[in-house]
């Protein structure tokens, strides 16, 4: 069974840091682009960062450009998002996600997604 399993999330003050883990068990995801999402409540899942399957390849939404950054580390599966000067809009749930096709960049489709977690940025 395939598993994409976030970690990391909790509350935070504005201009603190946290660091997000996606760890995928059941298969390697080291052939595919990663990604990840968020989604604030009363709103839609939206685009934060991806991240080509080499590692060489990132896109950032432009909402977080300069504060967060995207990184894997194939050898253990998985998927890290540091978040620094957090500000209060981006609290939300944030999603790990898998595309589906190997060696793909840009993505073409995100096929496997995680269950999230909880980023709470108090101001």
């Known amino acids: 069974q395939v598993q994409l399993v976030e970690s990391g999330g909790g509350l935070v003050q504005a201009g603190g840091s946290l660091r997000l883990s996606c760890a995928a068990s059941?298969?390697?995801?080291?052939?595919?682009?990663m990604g990840w999402f968020r989604q604030a409540p009363g709103k839609e899942r939206e685009f934060v960062a991806a991240?080509?399957?080499?590692?060489?390849?990132?896109r950032y939404a432009d909402s977080v450009k300069g504060r967060f950054t995207i990184s894997r580390d194939n050898a253990k599966n998985t998927v890290y998002l540091q978040m620094n000067n957090l500000k209060p809009e981006d609290t939300a749930v944030y999603y790990c996600?898998?595309?589906?096709?190997?060696?793909?960049?840009?993505?073409?489709?995100?096929?496997?997604w995680g269950q999230g977690t909880q980023v709470t940025v108090s101001s």
């Open positions: 059941g298969r390697t995801f080291s052939s595919n682009a």
């Open positions: 996600a898998a595309d589906g096709t190997q060696y793909g960049w840009p993505p073409r489709g995100w096929h496997y």
């Open positions: 991240i080509s399957w080499s590692g060489l390849g990132t």
